[in-house]
């Protein structure tokens, strides 16, 4: 049998040949597939503007700067997530303020507001494995104490929250393209802004600072990165962007056939809800209660060929977060979800027969 990862990117061939044409072309660089692929990009998200990006985490950091969030700032973000939502927070030089998640494993709305401080300056929520944070309260909650958003939308492209696509309405939404993701540019990321005043600023920050006047002529007035993503990479995009709404669908049927087929008792399975693109399938299994840990079921799980990720260990006892004073106990839905959770295979070239093959290893290992 074959070795089932827990996550596969489907690239057609039709994507191959184009990604050749490209380098054929003697364009590689920013040029004409980047800007379709902004343009695709902006049309998906029903017209928003949309600059794309090497990373989301440069897209996440770009963001926060064009806020001029920094120094003597605080950013509140969820105690669980990938290291790369609280990291910008501090390469910008901002402190992140965690907030644990609740049992949608989503940012607390409930205790967002007693987080928030003189020196908060915006909230950087994370829709987890593609269900989508309430952004009706999150933005009523935002706009009541004057704060920006940065959506971190790493695992949400497709996603909607009540018939609207995540990153077509709000502040500022960040997606990931990399290979894990729902769809990916190799690696790549996007940001979809609301405020046009932002847009130059934006281009600055992502490149070098640089500005043109109308004669042509160059200048700098701010020390940009340098975060624009290459044609051969937004052609891969496009032909993803294609095949998006497609994998998101068979990413729900699989998901429905891993609730049907789920054996093993005692494990929390995650919440399901409306507008859900499932980034990825991670129940909670509570090792301990087994009696085995969870370095001990990877390596079984392994040994019947099927991988297991895990996403994420809480952030908040990372060492670099216990040095801004953080200690075991402060999340405690973070903590459980950072010790029980597995991530177990999902992708859209899987079959349904995949996912009964590995609720039954599941099963087994754990008997
Ligand atoms: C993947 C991911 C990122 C970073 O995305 P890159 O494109 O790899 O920089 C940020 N936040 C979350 C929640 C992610 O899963």
Redo the contacts with the bound molecule.
Sequence with gaps: MDYLPFTRPSIDEETIAGVAEVLRSGWLATGPNVAKFESRLSEYLGGRQVKS????????EVALQVCDIGEGDEVITPAM?????PN?IMRVGARPVFVDVDSSRNLDLDRVEDAITEKTRAIMP?H?AGLPVDCDRLYEIAKRHGLRVIE?A??AIGSEFRGKKIGSFGDLV?????P??NMTTI???ALSFANPEESAKLDKLRFHGISKDEQGNMDVDLPGGKYNLSDVAARVGIGQLEKLDSFNEKRRKLVNRYFECWKAEGCELPSRGEGHTW?MFAPLIPFEKFGISRSEFIRKMHEKKIGVGV??PALHLFSLYRELGYREGDFPHAEKIGRETVTLPLFPMMEEEDVERVCEAVSEVLS
């Design positions: 990006f090497t990373s989301a985490t440069g897209a996440l997530s990938f290291t790369a939502t910008v994370v987890f971190d790493a695992h960040s997606f990931s393209f990399h894990n993701k690696e790549g990321g980034h996403h994420y």
